[in-house]
DNA sequence: TTACTTTGTTTAATCGATTAAACAATTCGG
DNA sequence: CCGAATTGTTTAATCGATTAAACAAAGTAA
């Protein structure tokens, strides 16, 4: 292993001090350095093959040029799309980025937030999990450059970015009661995650508004962690007799994944006996049978603001924004209008 | 923003000097230090609420606990999930991983690499793109610790852990035949990654052993980064009169993914009119109306055993090793036998 | 008592960069 | 021709840790 070469060798082999070498690849103080000696350097640096070692650079910086990524679960295609996102939009700005999955659990994301602060990332993204209310406030009153994405507190005044779950899920409601559904059925998760209180929240209003009430019955809420095997049976619940459901409401695209996998198994027909319609876009959106009427994110939207805000929070403090997007409720074939309401039209 | 507690704050505030600190923090001489001092030492620390620098500790120690993770996109769930898994067996060993994506470029590896190496990362995990041979043996001249995974060079004598694509795509093939089906298409990837010509050879050798032969129009080739047009195209020409195929293979995730929306919208049935069999696990085999039969890597012990083999080669320099793991062959519903056949067993 | 250990702690160099300040050699204005 | 400004480069401190070596004080053996 040949050890790595440093700027002092670069400075011994032209016969200069390190401080040029140094201004000199940095471009600073450019008038000046003689031109030649800045050309030999520039030399030498090539021909020896100098790389500048950035953990040095770094401690007398105080810049690392590294932003910390703290997701549910990079698994997941809503998280691994958004970090594929936030990685092309870091790079373009020399940023990398570290990553790490919280599981959705708050001291997973406290040893998370320690680890990347510890080696002194620039700053964060973070999908906040449950209970991490505490975290994020320390990082607020540590002046620590971060931004929420996906999830929110409304009790936190910080940088945060996300779409409107509310006004989405609302939509949702309406589209499914003008297909002529209704007798709808929720799954959705347990929790205190606001953005997903929301989802739910928009949702039943949106059924309210038009009249149309919910029973208990048709609300089914899973863990976070929630297997495969539970929304089986939310689901075989909201179907069982006497009073199955004519729709399907899930919440979040693993919610639509397990439970069309289940569907899919079923003795029913999407969209005649069960129309369904879901948050986030996934592959079983075009996979299912049945195209899936779901809310899109826009991701894309999403990590891009999100990058810019946190460069704004790091470079200069910028104002505490908080960025509402809109999302798209993109209609396909499993929310297609029955009969009767065909016929009016 | 309140500034960092260091080393040197907690020194001070004990009233001894900063070497103290920190052989009592790192339990170094551990004899030797009074229990009284040593127990200060740490209720101060603990008061002041210190953390180590790890930008500096690296500086001196040479040593980052960090590693770098080259995938060709995070946004796949394959990569995803295998940094998932990468991610965890890592945190095990208190190791905390960098990644990017190289998109299939040799352009974007190497400057992936680069990055990744002046951040000065104890190793490498790859997944290597195609044409990075050069920089797969500079990694290894200049000795850099670090583990393929998924592709390899038969030229580089490397670590290396991934499964038997050739062995797997070949069960494939037998499969298909023993379900009936005669006229086989292939779509695969038009490349040079080993991995995958294993894929298609291993198929093709199948096919060959038990007498059935293919000819060049039922082998189609798409490029790496194929849009869904680009399947689309080619499945169209393998289910094109006047010869079309009764059963398809996909080399890939990707693929499978991309083809099954497409055939979703066909007026065919699989897997009565077409059988199909993919490299893979992903949504679509559980999601698509016909269970997917398809090739199931080992992902959590890829994962695991590059760990393994990254930190041997970090610590001691273990001998290189090649692991080649069995990947197994899930039968769905998109290969049961065809009438014909189901009738003779 | 003397010399040698052992115990407990500090000093100071170091990792590899950056950068303010000092310094030396020219050039220039009046 | 002298002091000031300009040009070109070096010195040395610094970032925040680690750690070999030095040192001081106390204990111990002969």
Redesign the interface.
Known sequence: ??KRVSLKDVAKEVGVSTALVSYVLNNKKEGRIRKEVAQKIREVAHKLNY??????K??KTRK?Y?IGLVVA?????FF??L??II??EA?KNRY??????SDEMAERSQKLL???????VDGVILAAAEKTEPQIRQLQE???PFVLVDRYFPSLDVNYVGVKNFEAAYQCAVHLLESGRRRIGIVGFKTTLIHLEDRKKGFLKGLKDHGVSVKKEQIKEVALDASKEEVEAAIQQLLAEPNPVDALFFASNKLS?FG??YI?TLPLQVPEDLAICSFDQ???T????S?LTYVRQPLHEMGRQAIELLLQAINDGGAVRQIHLDAELVIGQSTTPCKSVAKKN
Do not use: H, K, W
């Open positions: 292993m040949e790389r500048p070692n950035q953990i040095a770094s401690l690392t590294t679960d990079i698994a997941n295609a691994s799309t970090a594929r990685e092309d790079e990398t980025v570290i990553f790490g999955s320690d680890v990347l602060l510890d080696r002194q540590r002046g620590i994944t069309l996998i899919n996934s592959d079983a075009e996979l299912f049978y195209r």
